[in-house]
């Protein structure tokens, strides 16, 4: 059993360092949108993928040894947290897997933040996008008129300024 402790250690190290990488590449990300630089951006997407397969290959290997680790200790794997692990086994297990916990809480937490963050810069950027759009269909627009009520009607538009094609 200390054999698959110590493998489950070394999957949680392994996984713990990639969500590290995750939260760098969050952050590059927010450099990326702030600098409204797409070369980056598709960059950091590109970057981002690669971790969440390095991530899932490692979290399948993860579940599958706690199965086996449930299954040792006699309690039902999907109740087996690595909370309640660290109070199952010896030291030092107990205090590195509580350890683990507590990064991977914190890790969870900023990565959360600043995905929050980036959606909230990402839906402004396109807010922008979309009253400059409108500005500039405006524009084109035929001479607006004003009617009784004092309202001005637009006609229809009298130019096209965007390509349809992607």
């Known amino acids: 059993m200390e054999l698959m402790l110590n493998d489950l250690l070394g999957l949680l190290e392994g996984e713990i ?16 949108i702030v600098d409204s630089n797409p070369t980056e951006l598709n960059e950091t997407s590109r970057e981002k993928e690669n971790l969440f397969l390095k991530i899932r290959i490692l979290e399948e290997q993860r579940i599958s040894l706690l199965e086996k680790l449930a299954q040792e200790l006699g309690q039902p794997s999907q109740d087996l947290t690595l909370s309640k692990l660290s109070q199952l086994v010896q030291e030092p297990q107990a205090t590195q897997l509580g350890e683990c916990h507590s990064t991977f809480l914190s890790l969870a937490q900023s990565i959360q933040e600043i995905n929050q963050s980036n959606k909230t810069l990402l839906t402004h950027s396109l807010d922008l996008l979309k009253g400059s759009l409108s500005l500039l ?29 992607v």
Do not use: F, H, I, W
């Open 137 to 165: 269909s405006d524009l084109l627009s035929s001479n607006p008129v004003y009617y009784r009520t004092g309202k001005m009607e637009v006609g229809d538009q009298s130019g096209r300024l965007l390509s349809g094609k």
């Open 17 to 32: 360092g990639l969500y590290a990488s995750m939260l760098l590449a969050l952050q590059t990300e927010k450099k990326a």
